[in-house]
């Protein structure tokens, strides 16, 4: 490209600087917040106000910080599940169906399995067998990547709608329970296997540790066991992984049973400790599985960075429900930025490849 | 008596269906340079509210619908920059369309929720075919969209294989660097189809807000827009079998309830579509010889580009 | 010159044999790490088979991928038909007249022969564009004898068929100038009889022809004129008549490096077999045989050396022995075991360390630290690892130590590998694969790339390890390293051995014949 006398001139950089990789979050977030304002602008709407109501409802109060920690939670399982995955390169879409498939598992173990059963066994064997589901659910598309060559995008994301098929069939059918307002909607579950909240939010504690002990513990998975490196070198150059005889098919199933047992946790705990009963599937994910993606993305995909990424995004859907209330705008507004800050740290990825340099031209 | 009713159950179908039609044979194209487009859900939102603002400020629905496929092709114009100049991850870049375009026709859409539009599309039956038993009534009685849905599939099949740009569009899909060695400029392909797919969506989206219902709600396109990703690769990305494959979804749906009183669950029916794409896939990926025939063009999902030469 | 219309084509009149057609002047091409070309001029007339002669790496490819718009020169012009031109891309070539039919064919695999055609035609228009071609095939077919289905698939042919419709994807869109990079690379003798008859009556019309090759004998078949590069320069451009195999051959390879001093005499071990492979035939990526028919054996305490110019199958021999490629028939016994279509691990299990090819792509992971890709091929075992965890400090400690030993130039262990120069990469590779004290190392092109100081100190290496009672089978295009350090040679040409001779009376004269396919 010329303009009068300079080159403008794309060059594959040799060095990936780690503060370039942090800076893009950063500005990102930077220039959605900016286009955002824009946007609300070109619709009558006083940007001031709007970020006003986003930020200091949510950032500013203790109620709004308690609300953040609680959305927090499902959040941070996903999206460590989903650096797990996107780091052995298996793009997992479909945490938004193993969330609910651990959700699944709980309200069979709440009400069908265990119903009567002591909350100290209960509650463990929900997380237990919750794990397992949403890793089994994971692990089908992974199988299907290794053996027949299928997309784990697409499969992923059919298998969401198989197992929203499969909620509704349950909750209109077999576990029908006392509807309300004619939504259907399973039995409440017993309150003894409520989990416990810290009093007066909705910060289900123990899940909150499952949470954070999750990042840490995949963290220290990833970049210190055995197991760990298999899966980075697979992602990064499956044929140096075969030539290090690296089993394909054990690293993309492991990987992929861990990313959906963690999502299968979130659903867990977002039944067990806000919904107390199954209800249309939608209202258990809440898009936290799509969420989440952006999570392990803008933590560039490290799962401690995880932690103040998910915080930042569960404050943004806080913001959103502040909105609604405040200025009475559609509580979808908030995934204007949600998809603002995707595109810029997609886009602005290229810039840790290439360099963009304006040199004079010589005649 | 009970299956008589069955024909205007299979017509709303049909109409059902033309939105899904006209969303999936744009991503087909879309698919067959290479390009993923995960942002369809979005993109049909957004030109569902602008064809509906634009219907209701202008009396005029074909005004509607064309510039919500205007919008749409816009907003494939995000992805389609952040894909291929950029080189961006096209999975990531899809989505951030669809939660961009959930979004802005949120925010827009706001203050014309609910309200209905005055002047619609017409339904025009065509005179003699309309009388064809079962199929006349079914195929031949509908607005002008849906005759364009049908005259849609098949030109768009005839461009595709029996023209030079339906190579072109094959060939960038297949193998970028080979066709870029014939001289095809890979890039200007790709633009025009992830835009053309986008507008193609926008239409779909359009048709919802503008003709179907017709009016605005929110979230209106209910998931339309990752069922025709599905029809797109239940279809195996070909034009004509996307037109009976969206049939398939939209008749599946119709008599859901129709069904239940043969003992058969219509949730579990409804996660037949998704559960046979996945086995198609396999089948066919199990299949050397299937695969050659058969599977995604080899470059979907991939960026390209010319000068890459390892050390 | 104008776009000549395909059908134009087959009609024209023989021309001035005396025209040039193609001149490129002083064109000089950089990659990151390599000069490809160095201020090369190359001239080629009309109605002539040129052949472009070198060895791999010699810049001929870059040169025609220049004159194709592949790439673009940092410096140099270029005249066609004495009009100086730019050539920014592959359609611009095309739109002047030029055509490539590359090594690696560009056909797209799922559409049919017809359709690959139609690509990039610019005047059939928009419809039917494939009932248009099918009349140009036919002609074709006739004209040339050959025969050429329209409608079949590009997979369902053979690499003769295919090449057949690359070259006639050039004439469709008027070439009068074809460039063919290594053709007879994939072809039967008979396949190869059928191209040069096809070609000499495209040069009676009037074609200029350059072809790209590493063969001597193609050579004095089927060219006029012969330009040799050497390592991005032009050695010289000779009349083929004019000229012999020993000359063009001396010119092609070059001067020597200092010969090493091979310990060759037997020490105190027993003398077992280490490696048997018994009629080898494998496949390439392409579904092609890459080796056909190959047996040998190799003893402890015996370097073994593999030459040939790359692309004889090498590579695949080596991944198949290694078990990075599946065996199609054939058996490869390891110390007595039989170990053809093992996966890579149980083969490493038998003692066997291999130094890729592709260093980059198969011998490390770039992104990761030193550290880390040292361990790549023992991170499961002790003291590397234990149950779960990475022993972080030995490994530190294990890293460091190797690469004071190996002289590694690095600041620290914890640095991604791909900054390390290529051949303080290759010594990172070397250090990991020794250090597992193997009885069998598979090096392929262990030093290419690497400068003097570097490749002798390899070559120190293996000495060192041969006399440890090791074997070594090495792969290599360089004669003087073959002959330096190996004590049995065989010469790797078209998939099968063309002999196997001991390195002690062997010449790098007659090694680099044998090399160019000429046995004697």
Same mark, same amino acid.
């Given at each position: 490209m ?14 990936? !600087? ?47 910080? !308690? ?27 479909g ?36 794990f ?34 499969? !909620? ?8 029908k ?5 004619g ?23 123990? !899940? ?15 970049s ?5 490196y ?10 140096a992984?075969?030539y ?11 990987a ?96 840790t ?11 | ?25 744009g ?98 039956p ?13 195929? =031949? ?6 005759? =364009? ?49 986008? =507008? ?18 929110e979230?209106m ?19 004509l ?30 996660a ?13 990926g ?26 | ?23 490129m ?98 005047n059939?228009?928009?419809? /039917? ?57 994939? /072809? ?69 490096l200092?010969?090493?001093n ?30 056909k ?56 299990r ?19 630290s ?5 361990? /790549? ?79 002798q ?43 196997i ?14 090399m ?5």
């Amino acid at each position: 490209m010329r303009i009068f006398n300079y080159y403008i001139k794309i060059e594959r950089r040799s060095v990936t !600087t780690p503060q370039l990789n942090a800076l893009i979050p950063f500005v990102s977030v930077l220039i959605s917040l900016l286009i955002a304002a824009a946007v609300f602008a070109f619709q009558g709407i006083d940007p001031l106000t709007a970020y006003k109501a986003i930020f200091i409802k949510s950032f500013g109060t203790i109620k709004g910080i !308690t609300h953040i920690i609680s959305k927090l939670i499902p959040l941070l399982l996903c999206g460590v599940g989903l650096i797990i995955s996107f780091r052995s390169n298996l793009s997992n879409i479909g945490a938004e169906g193993q969330i609910i498939i651990g959700a699944l598992a709980a309200t069979w173990i709440a009400l069908y399995a265990l119903p009567s059963v002591s909350p100290s066994i209960v509650i463990p064997c929900m997380f237990f067998l919750g794990f397992l589901a949403g890793g089994a659910w994971a692990t089908i598309p992974a199988i299907l990547r290794i053996k027949f060559n299928v997309n784990e995008v697409i499969s992923t994301l059919m298998m969401n709608y198989i197992a929203f098929k499969i !909620t509704e069939y349950l909750i209109y059918g077999p576990w029908k329970g006392e509807s309300t307002w004619g939504f259907p909607q399973t039995d409440l579950f017993p309150e003894s296997v409520w989990l416990p909240m810290i009093p007066g939010t909705y910060i289900h504690y123990p !899940t909150l540790v499952l949470a954070l002990s999750a990042a840490v513990l995949s963290e220290v998975l990833i970049s210190r066991t055995k197991l760990g490196y298999e899966l980075r070198v697979f992602g990064l150059s499956p044929d140096a992984a075969k030539y290090a005889g690296i089993s394909f098919l054990k690293v993309s199933v492991i990987a992929m049973f861990l990313s959906g047992g963690l999502a299968g946790l979130a659903g867990v705990g977002e039944i067990a400790g806000i919904h107390h009963r199954l209800r249309y599937p939608w209202a258990i994910s809440s898009g936290y599985g799509y969420t989440a993606i952006i999570v392990a993305w803008l933590s560039r995909l490290n799962c401690l960075a995880a932690i103040p990424a998910s915080f930042m995004l569960a404050g943004l859907l806080v913001g959103g429900d502040a909105i609604q209330v405040t200025l009475r705008l559609p509580v979808n507004v908030v995934y204007i930025f949600n998809g603002l800050i995707l595109l810029c740290v997609t886009g602005g990825e290229i810039l840790t490849k290439y360099r963009v340099r304006i040199l004079r031209k010589v005649s | 008596m009970s299956e008589l009713m069955v024909i205007p159950l299979l017509k709303v179908a049909v109409r059902a269906s033309t939105s899904l039609i006209f969303t999936a044979l744009g991503e087909v194209y879309a698919e067959r340079s290479g390009i993923l487009n995960l942002g369809l859900e979005g993109i049909m939102l957004v030109g569902a509210v602008t064809g509906f603002i634009t219907a209701l400020t202008t009396g005029n629905p074909w005004l509607g619908i064309v510039l919500g496929g205007l919008a749409g092709g816009l907003l494939a114009l995000i992805h389609a920059v952040v894909s291929i100049s950029l080189r961006g991850n096209q999975i990531i870049s899809g989505l951030a369309l669809t939660m961009l375009g959930i979004g802005v026709s949120g925010l827009v859409g706001r203050k014309y929720i609910g309200i209905s539009l005055k002047h619609r599309l017409p339904v025009t039956p065509i005179p003699l075919l309309k009388d064809v038993p079962i199929l006349g009534p079914l195929f =031949f009685d509908h607005d002008l969209m849906v005759y =364009f849905s049908y005259i849609a599939s098949a030109l768009l099949w005839f461009i595709l294989y029996m023209t030079k740009i339906g190579i072109y569009i094959r060939a960038v899909g297949e193998d970028p660097s080979a066709a870029d060695a014939a001289g095809v400029n890979v890039f200007l392909v790709r633009y025009a189809c992830t835009i053309f797919g986008g =507008f193609m969506a926008g239409i779909g989206g359009a048709y919802l807000s503008v003709v179907y219902i017709p009016m605005w709600i929110e979230n209106m396109t209910a998931g339309r827009g990752w069922i025709a990703l599905a029809i797109v690769i239940f279809a195996l990305w070909d034009p004509l079998r996307v037109l009976a494959c969206s049939y398939i979804f939209g008749i599946l749906e119709a008599l859901q309830y129709w069904l239940q009183r043969y003992g058969i669950n219509p949730y579990l029916l409804g996660a037949l579509p998704y559960l046979i794409t996945i086995v198609v896939l396999s089948i066919v990926g199990a299949s050397e010889r299937l695969r050659r025939k058969m599977s995604a063009p080899s470059s979907l999902g991939k960026p390209y580009s010319r000068e890459e030469r390892s050390v | 010159m104008k776009n000549q219309n395909f059908s134009s084509f087959l009609t024209n009149s023989k021309s001035n044999i005396s025209d040039v057609a193609i001149l490129m002047k002083n064109i000089s091409k950089r990659f990151p790490n390599v000069i490809a070309n160095d201020n090369v001029t190359f001239e080629a007339r009309t109605g002539e088979i040129h052949a472009l002669l070198g060895e791999n790496g010699a810049g001929k490819t870059t040169l025609m991928n220049i004159l194709y718009g592949m790439y673009q020169p940092d410096k140099g012009e270029i005249y066609l038909w004495g009009r100086k031109v730019k050539i920014r891309s592959p359609r611009d070539a095309i739109r002047l007249g030029i055509g490539m039919v590359h090594q690696h064919f560009k056909l797209i695999a799922s559409l049919s022969v017809a359709e690959n055609l139609a690509l990039g035609l610019r005047n059939i228009g928009i419809l /039917l564009p494939v009932y248009k071609v099918k009349r140009f095939v036919e002609n074709f077919s006739r004209k040339y004898e050959l025969e050429i289905y329209p409608d079949a698939k590009i997979w369902q042919l053979s690499a003769g068929e295919r090449q057949r419709v690359e070259i006639l994807k050039a004439l469709v869109h008027g070439a009068r100038i074809l460039i063919l990079d290594e053709p007879t690379t994939v /072809l039967t003798p008979l396949e190869r009889d059928k191209l040069f008859t096809m070609l000499r009556r495209m040069r009676n019309d009037g074609c200029s022809i350059i072809f790209i090759t590493h063969k001597l004998k193609e050579v004095f078949l089927i060219s006029d004129r012969v330009t040799i590069l050497r390592k991005g320069k032009v050695v010289a451009t000779l009349d083929t008549r004019s000229t012999n195999p020993e000359e063009l051959a001396k010119l092609m390879i070059g001067q020597a490096l200092p010969r090493l001093n091979n310990i060759s005499d037997t020490k105190s071990y027993e003398r077992r077999e280490v490696l048997r492979v018994k009629d080898l035939y494998v496949l390439n990526d392409r579904g092609l045989l890459a080796v056909k028919g190959v047996s040998f054996s190799i003893h402890s305490g015996e370097i073994f050396g593999v030459a040939g110019i790359s692309g004889n199958g090498q590579r695949e021999l080596a991944e198949a022995i290694v078990g990075l490629r599946a065996v199609k028939s054939g058996q490869i016994v390891i110390e007595g075991e039989d170990v053809t279509n093992f996966p890579p691990r149980k083969i490493l299990r038998k003692g066997v360390a291999y130094i890729p090819e592709d260093r980059i792509k198969v011998g490390i992971v770039p992104d990761m630290s030193i550290e880390e890709n040292v361990i /790549l091929r023992s991170y499961w075992q002790r003291p590397f690892s234990g149950r779960v965890f990475l022993n972080f400090s030995f490994l530190n400690e294990w890293t460091t130590k190797l690469i004071q030993e190996y002289n590694v130039m690095t600041p620290n262990t914890k640095i991604p590998v791909k900054l390390l120069s290529g051949g303080n990469m290759q010594k990172v590779i070397l250090a990991r694969e020794l250090s597992l004290h193997p009885r069998l190392l598979i090096a392929v092109y262990p030093t290419y790339g690497l400068d003097v100081s570097a490749t002798q100190y390899v070559h120190s290496l293996f000495l060192k390890h041969k006399e440890q009672g090791n074997a070594i089978l090495i792969v290599s295009e360089d004669p003087e390293e073959i002959l330096a350090l190996c004590d049995r040679v065989a010469v790797m040409f078209n998939g099968s051995f063309l002999d196997i001779k001991s390195a002690k009376n062997l010449s790098v004269k007659e090694l680099q014949l044998m090399m160019a396919g000429i046995k004697i």
